[in-house]
């Protein structure tokens, strides 16, 4: 029977063939003390859920099972994959048009979400569920994905870079954006005093909602800044290279532009503050007055409707 075996693992590797089975998988779940914050890596796919307690079930392919680990160390519940025990024959069982794909779906119950980091492909969804905490902090890098996640929270972190892609609604005093390398946020908000972002390396940002005191951007690379459906009393935009302010549906009182390159577009009632310089171009809305710091190189028109 063992020569049998054998042979047929043989066979299979001759022929170019898997060793694995298909399409089984395995499932288990586990329940664990408190913890407030999630850590993911490699292609899980995670579902979180609001709940009363906190309880993890996963399903995956039974060839993976081994491979996953599922544990908790102080208040993060750390999701990995060992992919250095990842073999030749792993690989070859997920190559080819035929191949499976691979199934490796985490649903985390929980009541308190306070932090969230992931990285590589993982694939974070937690629509239909909100979540309060004292602080909040969302690390993404890699091509990870965020979908329909609701904070409120008395002050939000948001960090994405490396191509990352989220989607979510923070009710939050204070809301601090940090993007890069190619990665995009859309962000609905509330009850926000104080918006500030910091972006780089193709940022893209469309944010929906009233800020109640004070829009700070800073902008640099290729990034593109969308604010609307909004108002806020102060809007301060910091420019370098070819980084783009679209704000023309986005109600501002007070605006004050520095900029070295790029371009803005600015609905402002009250007043423009301007210091420009390095082919930076401006196109206002309305009749603001405007203050001219310096005005190097740059242009500055009314909104005539195009971009």
């Known amino acids: 029977m063992q020569r049998f075996i054998a042979m047929a693992l043989f066979c299979a590797a001759i022929l170019g063939g898997s060793v694995f089975s ?81 199934t490796l779906k985490v649903t985390i119950h929980t009541h308190n979400i306070e932090g969230i980091k992931v990285k590589d492909k993982v694939h974070l969804d937690a629509s239909g569920a909100t979540f309060e905490a004292n602080g909040f902090n969302l690390t993404m890098e890699g091509e990870t994905t965020l979908n329909s996640l609701t904070i409120h929270s008395n002050n939000a972190n948001i960090e994405t870079k490396d191509k990352a892609v989220a989607n979510l609604s923070v009710d939050s005093k204070k809301i601090n954006i940090k993007g890069g390398k190619k990665s995009s946020v859309k962000l609905n908000i509330k009850d926000c005093d104080l918006l500030v972002i910091d972006s780089d390396n193709d940022f893209s940002l469309d944010v929906k909602g009233d800020v109640n005191k004070d829009a700070y951007i800073e902008a640099s690379g290729s990034s593109n800044i969308c604010l609307k459906d909004g108002k806020t009393p102060q809007l301060t935009f910091i420019c370098k290279n070819s980084a783009e302010l679209d704000a023309t549906d986005y109600n501002t009182e007070k605006c004050e532009l520095v900029m070295s390159g790029g371009k803005a577009y600015i609905n402002a009632s009250d007043e423009i503050k301007l210091e420009l310089k390095s082919g930076s171009s401006v196109s206002f809305m309305n009749k603001p007055k405007i203050e001219i ?3 190097e190189k740059s242009n500055v028109t009314p909104f005539n409707g195009k971009k």
């Open 293 to 295: 710091v310096k005005i």
């Open 22 to 102: 298909k399409a089984q998988t395995v499932t288990k779940s586990a329940e664990f003390s408190a913890f407030s914050s999630v850590e993911a890596n490699y292609e899980f796919e995670v579902i979180i859920k609001s709940g009363e307690f906190h309880k993890v079930e996963w399903v995956v392919d039974e060839v993976l099972a081994d491979l996953v680990k599922i544990h908790q160390q102080g208040s993060v519940l750390k999701i990995d994959f060992d992919t250095k025990a990842l073999t030749k024959d792993h690989k070859k069982h997920y190559k080819g048009k035929e191949a499976p794909r691979k």
